[in-house]
């Protein structure tokens, strides 16, 4: 089998993990692959969802041990498992994650999964932290129960809390990502938000970057055709559109809260891109 082309890549110590570094608390050379592409689920607002209606497309595993050999002869020593959806084939990713764990036991990982996947997967998450997992992202959208509901997230504001807790309590981080602003918070759900960081122990384990993301609506996103986005004021753009809060404070902090991009860097809002 033809061994992956990594030669005409930059090196790994070019890609910049400042926030991964924060999370692992050490400097470690990250390399990043995927499992799968695609999604099961369909959260609206989802550009994964957009693109692959909902299919999943499975890697090689034999491809994907090559991939992690190359990438530990680059330097690797912490793998960022890109996957949209890391349980997208549940039993493969625990397989595929042993394999790699059994012919490279000091690397450690991280990777992305929904809250519902993290309570399913809750018994398991200690052998994945002994298995060297030390970061979960998930999208925890925003705590409030209409955002869950309005991009189809199938758990509650309870579920959230109750995941974050099984996450942490096995060692792992639990790195989230949010929606702050969207149309279905008001400046008061805005305000209480800390305290949700607060009963979650999260208060230093959220990304600046997750105070000033808004809901983006891109061409094609089935959020159009939602009842409270069809009554928003938008602009057009040719890939995406524009929206306004119907309450103009909650714009204006918005505003206030975007932070200029440093030059050499680049903003993103979860450890994937
Ligand atoms: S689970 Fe994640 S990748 Fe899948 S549709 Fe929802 S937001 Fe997108």
């Known amino acids: 089998m033809a061994r992956p082309r990594r030669d005409a890549a930059p090196a790994l110590s070019k890609y910049p993990q400042l926030w991964l570094t924060k999370l692992l608390e050490e400097e470690r050379l990250v390399g990043g692959l ?10 609206t607002y989802c550009s994964v969802f957009s693109a692959y209606e909902g299919k999943v497309v499975l890697g090689d595993v034999r491809q994907v041990l090559n991939d992690v050999d ?7 020593e912490h793998l960022t498992f890109i996957d949209a959806e890391f349980f997208n084939a549940k039993r493969r990713s625990f397989e595929t994650l042993t394999l790699i764990h059994k012919r490279h036991p000091s690397l450690t990982y991280d990777f992305t999964t929904r809250v ?42 309870s579920d959230l809390k109750t995941a974050v807790r099984l996450v942490q309590n096995s060692g792992i981080v639990l790195n989230p990502t949010f929606i702050m602003f969207n149309p279905w918070v008001g400046l008061e759900d805005i305000s209480n938000f800390n305290e949700f960081l607060v ?4 208060e230093n384990s959220v990304d600046p970057i997750q105070y000033e993301t808004r ?19 938008m602009e057009e753009h040719e890939f995406y559109y524009d929206w306004t809060h119907p309450d103009e404070r909650v714009d204006e902090l918005f505003l206030a809260s975007v932070t ?3 030059e050499g860097t680049f903003k993103r809002c979860c450890l994937k891109c």
Do not use: W
């Open 215 to 233: 809901l983006h609506l891109y061409k094609g996103s089935p959020l159009l055709e939602n009842q409270t986005i069809r009554a928003l004021k």
């Open 70 to 76: 190359i990438l530990i002869d680059m330097g690797m």
């Open 199 to 202: 009963e979650t122990n999260m």
């Open 260 to 262: 200029p991009v440093k």
């Open 34 to 43: 995927e499992l799968t592409r695609g999604c099961h689920h369909k959260c």
């Open 116 to 157: 519902d996947h993290i309570l399913e997967v809750r018994d398991e998450l200690r052998g994945l932290y002994n298995q060297g997992v030390r970061v979960i992202t998930s999208a925890l959208e925003f705590p409030k129960n209409e955002v869950l509901k309005q991009v189809r997230k199938e758990v509650n504001v």
